[in-house]
């Protein structure tokens, strides 16, 4: 008996891409460093929250390639001679990925009060109905 595959289903066609997008997000072991939140702000519009507290806007990047929304931050190791007796706040390097659905683009970016706030809109596709013409085959013809 033969395992059929979500991209292998036959009235799923076209959507082989989904199944490499479910192992590739699969794949994205996350930490949970830094928590974040993602909220829906209207119809067609979303944001995620990240909490980067102790990160500057020169410690964080945002890229977008492949359809993969990756936000990294690196803080800058401070030499001013500083002794610490307890040091309880991450300030560790971290990535986070999320996937973005086709349609979905960031809108912008904002840093405040230690939170990364990433906009994301999603574009609605106009609705087009489209006849298909049938042909007569070519042996009905002769």
């Known amino acids: 008996m033969t395992k059929l595959t979500l991209g292998s289903h036959p009235f799923l066609l076209g959507f082989d891409q989904l199944e490499r997008l479910v192992e590739r ?6 930490d949970g460093y830094p928590p974040f939140n993602i909220e829906q702000s209207s119809e067609n519009a979303y944001r995620i929250t990240l909490a980067v507290a102790g990160f ?13 929304l990756v936000i990294r931050g690196r803080q800058k190791e401070e030499a001013d001679g500083r002794v610490f007796l307890h040091r309880g706040i991450a300030g560790r390097q971290f990535q986070r990925s999320f996937v973005l ?9 904002v840093l405040e009060n230690g939170l990364l706030h ?3 809109l999603r574009s609605v596709p106009e609705k087009v109905v ?13």
Do not use: C, P, Y
């Open 118 to 120: 990433i906009d994301l």
């Open 25 to 30: 997000t699969a794949k994205t072991g996350n």
């Open 56 to 68: 500057a806007e020169d410690d964080l990047s945002i890229t977008v390639e492949d359809r993969q």
């Open 130 to 142: 489209r006849m298909i013409k049938i042909n007569q085959s070519q042996e009905a013809e002769q």
């Open 101 to 109: 659905a086709e349609g979905v683009d960031v809108a912008g970016a």
